[in-house]
DNA sequence: AATGAATGAGCGTTCATTCAT
DNA sequence: TATGAATGAACGCTCATTCAT
């Protein structure tokens, strides 16, 4: 592993159990076996190192979605599955989802607002190729927000459920909510 | 208006404006026209600080809950209008339950959550107050998450739109979702 | 003594002692008997009580000076006699004037020429004062470096010989190098 | 150019932009288009580099200076020359010499002191070989004074004006308040 | 109850220097 | 010799909280 990416999931794991504004850079340092500098070697700053934590994490669960939505499920289920399935399997990163992704940073919060949505755009398209009546913001967030509080309430309970598990019936709901039923 | 209501709105205000971590008790205190060391004495720290105003503000926005599930409407129809058009009346208190209802900080987190939890109970009594086939906690978590995310939308659109509009959508999809509608 | 005061005396000797650079905010703080926190509530910062400690010490140099330049002597004789008396009775004073006066920070140079630059026209009002045929820029570098280096050789010897008594060869040799002898 | 003389090049410009504090070794080596770490193979650390090129430029104005006295011009008379001209065409060497040669760092400041001395004992050989009736340390002091504050001005000014055409005034001054003009 | 001056712990970041290659 | 990635000590400043008045 580079020294970069054990950074970084080191990070990941800081960022995860003590939130943004608690994470000390030396912890996250230390926690990847290297000098308290030679964090900045690889990122300018704390936030710097957030954002492309963040940033890299979601470019990677847009690759594998992408790779879903190709098969022959219908979008919308597989995108339902593949979110429960992406965050259920990395308890880290859906934390930092959840907590940090509606941060009280403004800069920071734009700079998310921008890395997430592109999934907005894949939800909407989801949406928009099956057959329904919604309205198609309200639905998107309908979607998003549906699954986004599933994780959260699995982070909550500290990950005591299987989350993937849920995906039939999350995408059973959304489905019929969305008037595509026949 | 009493010196505790004082502070609290002054809160509010700072809270919203700042975010929980860039607030300073210096700036609610002179916001609210006091002293800085007043504010302890009525508030134990800045985190009690915030969990009283949250606290008092989901208190009203449960009365106010009661009151119109009350009525003759449907209680899912009832609690999707009211959820909105509360919110959507009160722009600091939107984005103060947005930003911080998943805070960072653990313990917070907690009390926030212990706080929420009377509001998810009055939303499955709503769920199974109606003809349903749904997972009653994925039900639960659809209900809030949509709702939840229209008002995050529209904290992020700067207030842009109406949200109490967006009731009729909201509603007309989640009964739906539900298998309620015959 | 109020706060403000000992901070100054505090800082006096510290940044005489260390130099700007090496001098540690905390050393101050301690030096003045407050804590850290307490020196930014009369200083913005370093630099600024730097500044200030400067200015002061300026603007009290400079008072007397006018006071001393109202006395019957020669103003030029009055001007150095001040100049080498004045500082050779403010040990620490002098070295923050000869040490820090050049500093190579630019903005903090440009504070401190502009805190100077009284002084150099009083210089020039001297020698203007008097019969003389020099050069008057030339003129006015040549008595502030006399002067200036005549201080910078006593605190290079650690305070060890008698500033003020400089004072009459000083003024011999300027007063003839400007040709006003007769 | 050897690798030395192009650190040492480098670090003249370096230290001039930015002085001793603000100068970073990282910027000297790729300024003389080295790795950071080569640089130590030729100076022990910054101090020393830094004291290496104040010696070098020293040795270099004091052999011109002898060259200089030897001439049949009047020792002072050529000594104020060469002063003005050889720093006039020198800009970066003058900000360094005016601006570090009074260091705050103790160490430096005397490491400064010592390379400086020898031509203190030029001046006062060059006043005691006419005639004269002054202390000849305060002379010398005015004579270092005078010429050291010109370069200051200019310096100061950004180096607006013809530095060595200010020798003529500045030693007909000199001269004349030694007393030796006839 | 109210004040607000004082406190002091806490931390992100820089950069001279080292050393394995 | 030369490299440049890695080191880690060092410090100015903030701000929640306290407490003498």
Same mark, same amino acid.
């Given at each position: ?6 950074i %970084? ?5 800081? $960022?995860?159990a ?5 994470a000390r850079?030396?912890?996250i !340092?230390?926690?990847a ?7 900045y070697?690889y990122f300018?700053?704390?936030?710097e ?5 963040f940033?890299?994490g979601?470019a +990677?669960?847009?690759a594998?979605?992408d790779?879903a939505?190709?098969?022959?499920t219908p979008? #919308?289920d597989a995108l339902?599955?593949?979110? #429960?399935?992406? #965050?259920? /399997?990395?308890? =880290?990163?859906a934390?930092?989802?959840?907590? +940090?992704m509606?941060?009280s ?5 734009? =700079? ?7 999934? $907005?755009?894949r939800?909407e398209? /989801?949406i928009?190729?099956m057959p ?8 998107r967030?309908?979607v998003? &927000?549906?699954l986004?509080e599933?994780?959260t309430a ?7 459920? =299987?989350?993937?598990s849920l !995906?039939p019936?999350v995408?059973? #709901?959304?489905?019929r909510? %969305?008037? &595509?039923?026949?």
């Amino acid at each position: 592993m580079t020294r970069e990416a054990s950074i %970084l999931n080191a990070a990941t794991r800081v $960022f995860a159990a003590a939130g943004y504004h608690a994470a000390r850079m030396a912890a996250i !340092a230390r926690e990847a076996g290297v000098a308290d500098g030679t964090v900045y070697l690889y990122f300018r700053g704390k936030r710097e190192l957030f954002v492309a934590l963040f940033q890299r994490g979601f470019a +990677e669960f847009l690759a594998g979605l992408d790779e879903a939505l190709a098969s022959s499920t219908p979008p #919308l289920d597989a995108l339902c599955a593949y979110h #429960l399935r992406y #965050l259920g /399997a990395r308890y =880290d990163l859906a934390v930092i989802t959840q907590v +940090e992704m509606r941060h009280s940073d403004p800069e920071l919060r734009e =700079d998310i607002g921008r890395i997430v949505r592109p999934y $907005f755009d894949r939800i909407e398209a /989801a949406i928009a190729a099956m057959p329904h009546d919604a309205d198609i913001k309200v639905a998107r967030r309908m979607v998003f &927000g549906t699954l986004d509080e599933q994780v959260t309430a699995w982070v909550r309970s500290g990950g005591a459920f =299987d989350l993937a598990s849920l !995906a039939p019936e999350v995408s059973r #709901l959304l489905r019929r909510a %969305l008037g &595509g039923n026949d």
